[in-house]
């Protein structure tokens, strides 16, 4: 090989080793460039969501209800929260529209919402209330222990799996000051019509919350005073004139007051429950 090969040869490499730490100091440039532009938004805008996710809103507004008969459904628990009151927060998980939040605003009560949902959080904060886009385990868990009066949570629990409910009602234990109240309300699978069809109706529902689980799950996380109420009881339908061949009247009377609790009993219930007066440490993982 002539040395004017060998030549050419290394200043080629000279120059390729050149190349390439420049090209590694842009890359580093962009990176430090785009941390700063994320740190300045806040964080990455959110994408659009897809799927049924895209189209839950209006879910939301042909099925749960008209706003101002949720108001007045929700208008039952004003007496519990005047009860926790002290000065503090009310945490909403899941607020959804928004119907809860302004009846708290207007019993002259602190309070926001914490959303995974994007549109619900938009529309929520376009109408002038504090909503945080956040996982509300994540949420509590920035909060101080015993900052809140009171933490609600409107048909929120079903759409949960166990573990992470279990997680949830621990955050909220320990976030509660001590007589804070914990608000909680679900479809009641006691109800036939319910636990069989209705449930099922929202495709984003894990599984019914049978009564008697729920109020164990609240009693394990440190929970006292629990009451479990129910609620939204269906028009009854006269089952007084029911005949059965070959049965007692009052057999057969047992059957139709069956029947009616079954078909037309409560369609959802609420758990009360309070943080204890002297609250005990609660398991924050």
């Not at 219930?269 to 309070?274: E, F, H, P, T």
């Amino acid at each position: 090989m002539s040395a004017d090969a060998v030549s050419a040869d290394a200043v080629t490499a000279v120059e390729l080793a050149r190349l390439s730490a420049t090209v590694g100091a842009l890359v580093g440039q962009v990176a430090e460039l785009q941390a700063r532009l994320d740190a300045q938004a806040g964080s990455p805008a959110p994408r659009e969501p897809g799927g049924f996710a895209a189209v839950y809103p209006a879910f939301e507004d042909r099925f749960r209800g008209d706003p101002a008969d949720i108001r007045r459904r929700l208008s039952i628990y004003l007496p519990d929260l005047a009860r926790a009151a002290r000065g503090r927060s009310l945490l909403d998980v899941g607020p959804g529209r928004g119907e809860w939040l302004e009846l708290v605003a207007e019993a002259g009560v602190t309070g926001y919402g914490v959303d995974t949902d994007a549109q619900f959080v938009a529309a929520a904060q376009a109408k002038g209330q504090r909503v945080v886009h956040a996982d509300a385990v994540e949420h509590l868990r920035t909060i101080d222990d015993g900052s809140l009066d009171a933490v609600s949570a409107f048909h929120v629990i079903e759409h949960l799996p166990i573990d992470a409910l279990v997680e949830l009602l621990l955050a909220v234990r320990g976030a509660l000051a001590p007589g804070g109240v914990l608000l909680l309300e679900t479809p009641n699978p006691s109800n036939i019509v319910m636990g069989a069809c209705n449930f099922y109706l929202d495709p984003t529902h894990q599984r019914p919350m049978p009564p008697a689980l729920t109020e164990f799950l609240v009693s394990a996380a440190g929970f006292v005073d629990i009451e479990v109420r129910p609620l939204h009881p269906k028009e009854p339908v006269d089952l007084s004139r029911l005949r059965l061949d070959g049965v007692s009247a009052h057999d057969t009377g047992l059957v139709a007051a069956a029947l009616a609790k079954g078909l037309f009993g409560p369609q959802d219930y609420a758990v009360i429950a309070w943080a204890p007066a002297r609250l005990q440490p609660a398991a924050r993982d």
